[in-house]
């Protein structure tokens, strides 16, 4: 099943760390700026293929990514590869490869990713989106399910963790609501991404530390989205660091943890209103 949206392309970011896989679109006139675009933990570029179209509608470059390890970009089998600052450092360099000014939207794990990117240069980027991101590790209910993630991984492999999630979704209407094409995407995706990264990745979400304070003394303009009902980061605990950032915040209705997703336009009004 291809998830390549009409009129994007697909490509790939030849960086000094290593290749990125990506889906670029373009606007049909001069594009007044770029968009680079981050998925989160066990996610891809193809997270974002409703906003791009519309995107470069509105006269932007969009270019979404796979991170390191994930789906279609190669990773080493190196655990310091798929630490933060190391991801970070990967998107510094996704940036100083793109036209300027560059506007960063990381959602979720894909977050704390682009804020270190922000961190180390905040020169490279015009502005940053937290989407469905929050202030440090992750905690709640996804975290403990994580805690479990490690020994499947080791006793069986991706197959043993994605035959488990499969198990849970079976019994979930909304994952049955989608189409078997689909299903097979997301089966194909995660088999295809790196287990050291998985693994690394998993632990850094589960570390990472609250640097709101760092991102606001960074003086990017910064966005601070979510959906109504974000079952990953608290919708307060997201609130209260738009503002410790002095952020602007939307919180988009209809919406969970994948507002890009679950409600696209809304998601892209919000963004069009940030930037405009």
């Known amino acids: 099943m291809s998830l390549l949206p009409p009129g994007a392309r697909p490509t790939v970011l030849d960086l000094p760390s290593g290749p990125l896989a990506a889906h670029v679109q373009e606007p049909s006139g001069t594009a007044r700026a770029t968009v680079l675009l981050v998925p989160g933990f066990t996610g891809s570029k193809e997270d974002f293929r409703l906003l791009l179209p519309p995107l470069a509608e509105a006269g932007l470059r969009a270019v979404a990514v796979d991170q390191r390890g994930q789906y279609e970009s190669p990773g080493p089998d190196d655990d310091a590869a798929y630490a933060v600052e190391a991801l970070g450092a990967h998107l510094v360099e996704a940036a100083r490869s793109l036209e300027a000014p560059v506007h960063l939207v990381g959602h979720s794990f894909g977050g704390l990713v682009s804020r270190a990117a922000v961190l180390q240069d905040p020169k490279a980027f015009a502005s940053l989106v937290l989407m469905s991101s929050g202030p440090g590790a992750l905690g709640g209910t996804r975290a403990d399910m994580m805690q479990f993630l490690r020994p499947l991984v080791e006793q069986g492999g991706l197959p043993a963790v994605r035959a488990?999630?499969?198990?849970?979704?079976?019994?979930?209407?909304?994952?049955?609501?989608?189409?078997?094409?689909?299903?097979?995407?997301?089966?194909?995706?995660?088999?295809?991404?790196?287990?050291?990264?998985?693994?690394?990745?998993?632990?850094?979400?589960?570390?990472?530390?609250?640097?709101?304070?760092?991102?606001?003394?960074?003086?990017?303009?910064?966005?601070?989205?979510?959906?109504?009902?974000?079952?990953?980061?608290?919708?307060?605990?997201?609130?209260?660091?738009?503002?410790?950032?002095?952020?602007?915040?939307?919180?988009?209705?209809?919406?969970?943890?994948?507002?890009a997703v679950e409600n696209a336009p809304d998601t892209l009004a919000a963004l069009l209103v940030f930037w405009g």
């Open 164 to 259: 488990a999630v499969e198990a849970v979704e079976a019994e979930d209407p909304r994952a049955q609501a989608f189409s078997q094409d689909f299903r097979d995407f997301l089966r194909a995706r995660f088999l295809a991404s790196s287990q050291t990264g998985l693994l690394a990745m998993g632990d850094a979400l589960l570390g990472e530390p609250d640097r709101v304070a760092d991102l606001a003394a960074a003086g990017v303009r910064t966005l601070v989205l979510h959906g109504a009902d974000d079952d990953a980061w608290t919708p307060a605990s997201q609130a209260d660091m738009a503002v410790r950032l002095g952020a602007e915040h939307v919180v988009v209705a209809g919406a969970a943890h994948s507002p």
